[in-house]
């Protein structure tokens, strides 16, 4: 608790699934919170809870495909707070599909969300962190982005490139800023919701049954951050026990 108490942490998509989960068990051990996403009436209820709990939490409505509202997101945090000390890029989307069916709009959506936000994040507070000397990004990739599997190769590509990203930040960071990537398998959120071709959701459904909690995520998350500042976990890998893929 003590490695995550006063820290401040930004998480996007924090009004449900890996990010709301993450916000609650952060607020429980100490965390100051700015929690974004694009529903700001789950972002009122669960800052609410958190602070009906003894927790500090604060919202801003964000799109994080668009750089203005990320910048606007982590100046409101600045200003808050005084500090950044951890993004949770977590916000994300996964509209699977084959390549044959040419859902041109989806990949480009998944690249906008899964792909620039997270570099609009990432550009957003890394020369606050540079400055401050510390600083944490997590960032949430799958185990998508280790693994190419039918219907889901834009998806992958995504994933692959965030992991890709995860590995940039240590490496040009000089030790400054740790970097976390974090992979889920199947866990219980809303992102199969998104997929809207018939065969890609009937193997979303049959892969899913065997879902965990988001907290388990959240769990792995806060074990990343609650770390000493002279240790850095770069990847962790968590899926349901019986998941093959």
């Avoid at 750089?67 to 949770?88: H, M, N």
């Avoid at 199969?192 to 049954?209: C, F, N, P, R, V």
């Avoid at 988001?214 to 962790?236: L, S, W, Y």
Wanted: hydrophobic share 45%; aromatic share 4%.
């Amino acid at each position: 608790m003590s490695e995550i108490k006063e820290k401040v942490v930004i998480i996007t998509g924090a009004s449900s699934g890996l990010g709301e989960a993450t916000a609650r068990r952060l607020a429980k051990n100490g965390a100051k919170l700015m929690l974004a996403a694009r529903r700001e009436d789950r972002l009122k209820d669960l800052v609410a809870e958190v602070e009906k709990e003894g927790g500090v939490a604060k919202y801003q409505v964000t799109d994080i495909s668009d750089r203005s509202e990320v910048e606007q997101l982590v100046q409101a945090t600045k200003e808050a707070y005084g500090k950044i000390d951890v993004l949770v890029n977590n916000a994300g989307l996964m509209p699977l599909s084959p390549l044959a069916a040419t859902k041109v709009d989806e990949w480009e959506k998944m690249i906008d969300v899964n792909i620039k936000g997270v570099l609009y994040g990432v550009a957003a507070v890394m020369p606050i962190m540079l400055q401050q000397g510390s600083g944490h990004i997590v960032n949430l990739s799958s185990v998508a982005g280790h693994k190419v599997f039918p219907g889901g190769a834009v998806y992958c590509a995504t994933k692959f490139a965030v992991k890709a990203i995860s590995e940039g930040i240590r490496l040009e960071s000089d030790g400054k800023i740790r970097s976390t990537n974090i992979s889920p398998g199947a866990v219980a959120t809303e992102l199969t919701s998104t997929i809207s071709d018939d065969e890609a959701a009937k193997m979303a459904e049959q892969l899913y049954g065997i879902a965990i909690d988001a907290d388990a995520i959240a769990r792995a998350i806060t074990f990343a951050i609650e770390q000493p500042g002279d240790v850095d976990v770069n990847e962790m890998i968590i899926r349901p026990t019986k998941q093959e893929l």
